[in-house]
C-alpha cells in the first residue's frame, strides 16, 4: 500500500498517534525517582509577618524560656501560700495589701509574712511570694484583703520555662507555619525564619491559535484559558511563578524558552505526537522525554522529561487535560519542590452514585461529578474539551485503570475542589 | 465590713471580676444579628490573575458562545460522514486528502464528497465537512486516506455553544473562584472581575509591657506575640489587614485607634475588668458594649461590641486565648464579610479519646489534643497561658457547655489545625 505514497512532510509523523502509553502510576513513579535531585533549594529568610503557610528549612531551637520568670496566671494577689492555710469563706485570713504588681515591671522590694501584693496576670510575681490567690477567692477590707481559700506554693504561678525551655526545639524543619507558630517564634524573638524558596515555575503557552488570556474571541482565534488557571494552581501549591506568558508555536522559540531560569517548566499546548507539537521532540533531542502519552483520559496526551537540571511537564492544550494533567503530575512536583505533601489538596468525602460511571478497563479516568449531599452524580459530558464541567463540577471521581466504571448505588471518593 | 475602707483608686474595679458570662452561643448569634448591617461592602475589580480564591460579587454571564465555531474534537480527517458509511478495516474506502485544516485557521474553500482535510484537534471545521474520522481509524494511501471505520454527522465536532452558551451564566455572585474558573473566564474574554472587597481589619496590640514582635525577651518585658498570629488568621480568613501595631495602654490612644478606618478592629489585651483595662470600658460608653465575657475556657474575658460602624473584639492578651476567642468570634465575622463561609476553616476528623477530656458543667471548652492515627489525647497542660500547647497540638476539640467531658474511649470529633 505504501509504494505509490508521496506523503506531505511529517504527515507520517503527525498521524501516527502514542505507539505505547505510560500508566498513570510509572508516570508518577518518574517523578518521584527524579525529585531527589531537586531537593536542595536554597531556603529563603522571610519575615514572621510573611511566613504563614511557608515550609521551615531548619529545626528552631529556643534561646531562652518562656516564661522567662515566675509570673502570676490569674488577676488576684501575690502571697506565701503558707499565709492562707486554713482560709475559708467562713473563716477568712487577713493579708495586709502592700501594693500593686504590674506586667512588665518588677516590684521593688520582698513579701513577708502577712502581706499580699495586687497582681494582674501576666505580671512577673514578687520576690518573697510563691502563689498566686485568685480574686474570686478574695475580699477587700479597707488596706486589707481577706483571704476566703487556701493557695499551695506555686499556685497559679506559671514557671520558667514552663513553656518552652531554652535550647527545645519549638519547631521542625519541614513544618508548614500556623498562625500560632508564628506567636510562639515572636516570642522566644526570632523576626525571621529560614524556609523552603518556593520552586520557581515558568509556564509556557503555545498555541499560534490563542489570544491573551480573558480577550474576547475573534473569529477563529480564542484566548488562552490555560495561563490563568495555571498560575493560579501554581500558587496553590506554593511555587512561585516566575513568569507565565505565550510564546510562538516554533522550535526555536520553544527551545529558549525551555531554558528559562526555573526548576520546573510547564508546555501547555503541542504536547502531542503531531508535527505542529514541537515540545516533546524538543525535549527528547536536548534532554529526556521520559514519559510521553499516559493510559489517562483526558489527558493521554501529556509528558514529562528533564532538560538541563529542570523538571518539565508537556501539559495539553484542551483546558480540563490541562488542569488534569497539571493535578497528576506537574502539581505533585511543584508540591515536593515547595517541601509540602504530595498528597492532592482535595477535601474528600464518600458518596454514592446516582449514575452510572462508565470507564475503559487499562485507562484511568478522571470524572467530574456533582455533589448533593450524599448523592454523586457524573457530568454528562461528550468529552474532556467541556471545560465549564470543571466549574459546574464540585469535584472528581477517580476511576482506576484496572476498572470499567461504578453501577448506581456504588460508594465512590470524591476530591471536592475548591 | 466596708467602713474604714480606703481604697486605691479603682481596686474595685480591678477585682470586681465578671458579674455574669454570656454563652457561646449568645455571642455567636450577636454576631450573626449584626452582620447584615455591614454585608454591603463595595465591591472591587481585580485582574484575572490574582483572582484565585476571591468572592465574585455579580454573576458572571457569558456574552459568547464556547466554543464559537464547530470544531474538531480529535486529530484526524475532517470528512463528510455519509463518505465513511460501509468502510471497515476490511473494507476501507478511500477519500482524497486536499489539504490542512489548523486551529485558528479558516479553510478556504469547501470539502465536497470523496475528500478530506487533515485536521487537528481544535481547528474550525472546514465549510463542507460534518464530521472527524479519528487518525486511529485511518491510514495513509499516497495523497489518499483509506477510512477504516465509519463517522455519522457531527461525530468529534463540538458544536457551537456545546461547553458554554452566550448569555448562559456561568459563575454566580458568592462564589469563591477556583483556578479552572478562570480558565473560564478567560474563555469568554473576561479579564477582570468583580469580586467582594476584602473587610479591612484593624489589629491594635496593647500591654505596656509588650515589646515589638520577635524581640528577645528583656527582663521582665516580653516580645507581642498576637500581632503576627492575628494578621496570619485575618489573611487566612480573607480580611485585609488594614495596620496591625502597639499602641499605648491608655484610654487616649486606644480611643483613637478604635476610630480607625476599618470594618472591623480587634483589640488584643486589656479585655477583662481591671483598672488597666481601658478597652471594653471606652466602648461601652462610646459604642455598644454588647458582650463582655463569655462562658468559655481559655478566653472568658473576651468582649465585643460596635462603634461607628465598626465591630470591635476585644481579645484576651493572653495568646491561647487571643486564638481560641479570634477563631470563635472575630474570625466567624471576617469570614462572613469577606463573602466566605462562616464555618471553621479547620478539617475535621473522628478520633478516640486515650485519656479522660475533663471539663466543667456551663462552660465551652477549647482543649488541645495530639491525634495519632485514630487516638486523640488531651494535652496535658497546666494552663491557658501555655502558648506553644497551640503549636504542640495538632487539633483541637470543643467540649460543649453542658457537659463534664469525656471518658478515655470517647469518640471525638477534632479539629485540625493547618
Known sequence: MSAPEIPSPNADVRMRGFA???????????????????????????????????????????????????RSMMDGFAVRGEDTYGATAYNPLSLRIRGTC?????????????????????????????????????ELDGLQVLARGEVSTGKHVAQVGEDIRADECVLRAGRQLRPQDLGV???????????????????????????????????????????????ALVMRDGGEVA????????????????????EIILVSGGSSVGVEDHAPRLLAEEGELAIHGIAMRPSSPAGMGRLSGRLVFLLPGNP???????????????????????AWPYRQIRGTLVRKLVS?????????????????????????????????????????????GYPPGAEVNVFLYG
Chains 1, 2 share one sequence.
Open 20 to 70: 505505547q502509553r505510560a500508566t498513570v502510576e510509572a508516570a508518577t513513579a518518574w517523578i518521584d525517582s527524579v525529585l531527589p535531585a531537586f531537593s536542595a533549594l536554597p531556603a529563603t529568610q522571610v519575615a514572621l509577618s510573611v511566613a504563614s503557610g511557608c515550609i521551615l528549612a531548619t529545626d528552631i531551637i529556643s534561646p531562652v524560656n518562656v516564661p522567662g520568670f515566675s
Open 102 to 138: 504590674l506586667p512588665g515591671k518588677s516590684f521593688p522590694g520582698t513579701l513577708v509574712t502577712g502581706e499580699a501584693l495586687r497582681i494582674m496576670t501576666g505580671a512577673p510575681l514578687p520576690a518573697g511570694a510563691d502563689a498566686v490567690l485568685p480574686v474570686e477567692q478574695t
Open 185 to 231: 517564634l515572636s516570642s522566644i524573638g526570632v523576626s525571621q525564619v529560614s524556609v523552603i524558596r518556593p520552586p520557581r515555575v515558568r509556564i509556557l503557552i503555545t498555541g499560534n491559535e490563542l489570544l491573551p488570556a480573558g480577550t474576547p474571541p475573534d473569529g477563529f482565534r480564542i484566548a488562552d484559558a490555560n495561563g490563568p488557571m495555571l498560575s
Open 243 to 262: 513568569a507565565s506568558d505565550m510564546i510562538l508555536d516554533d522550535p526555536q522559540s520553544i527551545r529558549e524558552a525551555l531554558l528559562s531560569p526555573a
Open 360 to 404: 475503559t478497563v487499562g485507562r484511568v479516568d478522571y470524572a467530574r461529578v456533582q455533589v448533593r449531599g450524599d448523592d454523586v452524580e457524573p457530568l454528562a459530558i461528550s468529552g474532556a474539551s467541556i471545560l465549564s464541567s470543571t466549574t459546574r463540577a464540585d469535584g472528581f471521581v477517580i476511576v482506576p485503570a484496572d476498572s470499567e
Open 320 to 342: 480540563v487535560s490541562c488542569l488534569c494533567a497539571y493535578d497528576f503530575f506537574a502539581g505533585r512536583a511543584i508540591r515536593a519542590l515547595a517541601g509540602r505533601s504530595t
